[in-house]
């Protein structure tokens, strides 16, 4: 029986962050009332110029300087011909013939190997609006607010093997331009949106397969899905000996299904031209030095910065760096005065348990790092104990609130009065004899047990250190 490899290449659009759309002033905010984000030119009246927006052109220059990328100095944009309803123009400005960027690559992490993903190129281009489908009266509405914002699409060369080598690229994707600040990349919000070409060949053979388009993947879960899928229906194809078809499929995630949507067009089905209504782009080398010298420190210069000048862990490193906001949230915090391997430990237990708890990403955090920077400081003086400090910190999560006013309002603050302690032990050994049988007996846990009932009393407000002493002395006396 033959054995098959994967062959398999992105194309992935990435919405960028501008205020305004790429050829008019029009907002590019989320989630605005179908239509209200709107104006003659994105949504493609007669007689309607576009003026390109430069921070667009400034924002792909970046990415592909991230990723390695040679950049044309001298580009243009060219006019792309379809007929869809949410395509207001019948055209899409975009760039064929001399793309912005060119000739890339990226490094990412395949099992415990480090493969290069190359990049053949980058491109601007405006987005298309967004079709609304009413369910109950079978009606298609036409929401243009998402016409007109600005993209890049990244397109790689057809390298990557399996579904995790993807994920591995639109990971280290998402970090680099999440990291320049250029999107926040959501995929559940489409400004990172990915569609992926596949075929299938025998091992060993040169040749590429017929290759299939996968759309609509909103989700890491879903691309990974989807590849297996249309992997196994190739080959289901092949070895019944019938033709893979060159089309655009469409992914239905909730029944792990796809379905044609229409051949796969070329770009001579484009019908391409130059973009008549826009002059051609030009990037001074002082330009390219300039965004060249804004470029961020990336996450591999911060996890070795990390380990060197905070001693903390590499996984630790590792983890706080795979997200920039992750990253900044706890730079902040160190800045503040909180120690790093406080703040460290702080991310990696309790946030990271409460972001799963609640389903969230580091993109959700809203809460200010000088309320958590104050809270480690009321830690480390005594004032709270750690266990309150766990209370504290949640409600810090949930409601963002100012921990020194939280801990006096509730009354959390850690209960240093030797004798009021003392007190509180003398009657928890009184009540349980038997704990001090046990304990007298060798049996070392039942101090476990006395402490235990002590912080109860206290209502956690005790610190445990002083407990533990005053039992130990109590009983041995």
């Given at each position: 029986?033959s ?41 493609g009246?007669p ?20 990723t ?8 243009k ?20 013939y ?7 690559y990226v ?17 601007m ?6 079709l609304v ?10 929401d ?14 057809p390298?990557?093997r399996?579904?995790?080598e993807?994920i ?15 999107s ?16 299938v060949?025998e091992?060993?053979a ?5 290759r299939?388009?996968?759309k ?27 033709p ?28 391409y ?16 030095d300039r965004?060249r010298?804004a ?8 996890i070795?910065?990390y ?23 706890f ?26 708890e ?8 809203a ?14 003086k ?13 409600e ?20 240093n ?17 038997k ?43």
């Amino acid at each position: 029986m033959s054995r098959y490899e994967t062959v398999i290449g992105l194309e992935v659009h990435v919405e960028l962050a501008t205020k305004s759309k790429i050829f008019c002033g029009c907002s590019t905010a989320f989630g605005g009332a179908p239509n209200t984000h709107t104006c003659p030119v994105c949504t493609g009246m007669p007689g309607s110029l576009p003026v390109l927006n430069k921070q667009v052109v400034e924002y792909a220059t970046a990415v592909g300087l991230a990723t390695n990328c040679a950049i044309t100095q001298y580009c243009k944009f060219d006019r792309k011909n379809y007929f869809y309803p949410d395509n207001p123009q019948n055209y899409q400005i975009s760039q064929l013939y001399l793309p912005i960027c060119r000739n890339g690559y990226v490094e990412i992490e395949a099992g415990r190997q480090t493969k290069r993903v190359r990049i053949h190129e980058i491109h601007m281009e405006e987005d298309a609006g967004k079709l609304v489908h009413d369910p109950d009266t079978g009606d298609t509405l036409v929401d243009f607010n998402r016409s007109g914002v600005p993209l890049i699409e990244i397109v790689s060369e057809p390298d990557m093997r399996s579904a995790d080598e993807v994920i591995a690229y639109l990971e280290k994707l998402r970090m680099l331009i999440q990291y320049l600040g250029v999107s926040d990349c959501k995929l559940q919000e489409g400004s990172m949106r990915a569609d992926v070409n596949i075929s299938v060949r025998e091992e060993g053979a040169e040749e590429f397969g017929t290759r299939t388009e996968m759309k609509n993947l909103n989700s890491f879960s879903a691309i990974s899905r989807a590849i297996k899928n249309e992997t196994e229906r190739q080959i289901d194809l092949i070895e019944s000996g019938e033709p893979v078809i060159q089309e655009s499929r469409r992914w239905d995630d909730d029944r792990e299904y796809s379905y044609s949507m229409r051949s796969k067009e070329d770009a001579k089905d484009y019908r391409y031209f130059p973009e008549p209504d826009l002059v051609p782009v030009v990037i001074s080398d002082e330009m390219l030095d300039r965004i060249r010298a804004a470029q961020p420190e990336f996450r591999e210069a911060k996890i070795v910065r990390y380990v060197e000048e905070y001693q903390i862990p590499k996984y630790d490193a590792e983890i706080i760096t795979s997200d920039k906001k992750l990253a900044d949230f706890f730079e902040e915090c160190v800045a503040l005065g909180a120690p790093a391997k406080e703040v460290s430990n702080l991310i990696m237990g309790d946030l990271m348990r409460l972001l799963k708890e609640n389903g969230q990403d580091a993109s959700d955090i809203a809460f200010s790092p000088a309320h958590v920077s104050k809270m480690i400081e009321m830690i480390l003086k005594g004032v709270i104990n750690r266990t309150v400090a766990k209370e504290v910190f949640e409600e810090i999560f949930r409601s963002d609130v100012d921990p020194e006013a939280y801990v006096e309002e509730h009354d959390l603050k850690t209960v240093n009065d030797d004798g009021e302690l003392r007190r509180v032990i003398a009657e928890v050994i009184a009540k349980n004899p038997k704990s001090v049988e046990d304990y007298h007996a060798g049996k070392k846990k039942a101090m476990g047990f006395l402490v235990g009932q002590t912080m109860r009393i206290m209502k956690g407000k005790a610190d445990p250190g002083t407990v533990n002493r005053i039992v130990v002395e109590m009983l041995e006396s």
